[in-house]
């Protein structure tokens, strides 16, 4: 068996989120002429204080239609029975590693469970092994990899890219948080936050406080 970590890691963001989605919402108010100021761009201190400011608003109305024209890509490290739950999230794009064509010829990749004692862990640590063990005697028997993977078990670490708007991802985050969430999906979705959060700080803010 080969342990990994949970991980998550921004491979992309849409650029000046928070002026982009000022812009669009103004549109709704009809106060475009709000954004203008001495400065050249929009970007200046005045600015991104009138702009945070404007954002929070609009997350206090619940007016969130428009975080959906910012976006985030992740790559995720986590293990397939978090991943069985993440997919369910419909208004999300993935594309995972797939266990028909990959051959863990070197050993099971596992992401360890969050155990609260000794006897839970070695009845884990024992069942990995007999799972490994079946899937080598798969493979040596010829059956490929498609077949083998019927005995792995759902801690078997799998590496997803996920594609969201930020929207979605606030969606994700807050019930992924939740106190009653699978445990292992509440550490991956604080490190989705922690990594997100600073591309743009008004949109997760407010969800940040909530942890607090």
């Not at 669009?24 to 002429?33: F, G, L, M, T």
């Not at 739950?85 to 590693?97: C, F, K, P």
Request: aromatic residues 8%; glycine residues 2%; charged residues 25%.
């Amino acid at each position: 068996m080969l342990e990994v970590e949970q991980s998550a890691e921004l491979i992309q963001c849409t650029p000046d989120a928070g002026w982009l989605i000022e812009r669009i919402a103004r549109v709704c108010y009809h106060s475009e002429d709000r954004m203008k100021c001495d400065c050249p761009d929009g970007r200046c201190p005045r600015c991104a204080a009138r702009r945070d400011a404007f954002l929070a608003s609009l997350i206090k109305r619940r007016h969130e239609s428009v975080f959906e024209h910012a976006a985030a890509t992740f790559r995720l490290m986590t293990d397939r029975g978090v991943t069985h739950e993440l997919v369910r999230h419909r208004l999300a794009s993935y594309t995972q590693s797939s266990t028909r064509y990959i051959r863990y010829a070197e050993g099971v990749p596992a992401v360890r469970p969050l155990f609260t004692s000794p006897e839970r862990e070695g009845a884990w640590r024992e069942a990995m092994r007999q799972a490994e063990k079946a899937y080598s005697a798969l493979l040596d028997a010829g059956a490929p990899p498609q077949e083998a993977r019927d005995v792995l078990p759902a801690c078997t670490a799998a590496i997803i890219f996920v594609t969201a708007n930020f929207r979605e991802w606030r969606h994700i985050i807050r019930l992924r948080l939740a106190k009653d969430a699978h445990p292992k999906f509440r550490v991956l979705a604080h490190l989705i936050l922690t990594s997100l959060a600073p591309c743009c700080p008004v949109f997760f803010s407010d969800i940040e406080k909530e942890l607090a």
